[in-house]
């Protein structure tokens, strides 16, 4: 017999999660990264590990 692991409104929750991450936060993440990026030596950039 097969058992619902997560429920629909736990489902819910997680893809509202998963779309926040990837259209909001990432986009910013990203753009940190790639000015850390722009100033050189990625290894000493304190912004570069945030």
Do not use: C, F
Request: net charge positive; hydrophobic share 35%; charged share 35%.
């Amino acid at each position: 017999m097969k058992s619902n692991l997560i429920t629909r409104t736990g489902h819910d929750l997680l893809v509202a999660e998963l779309k926040k991450l990837w259209h909001d936060e990432r986009p910013e993440i990203t753009k940190k990264v790639n000015w850390a990026a722009s100033l050189g030596d990625r290894s000493e950039n304190a912004d570069y590990q945030k």
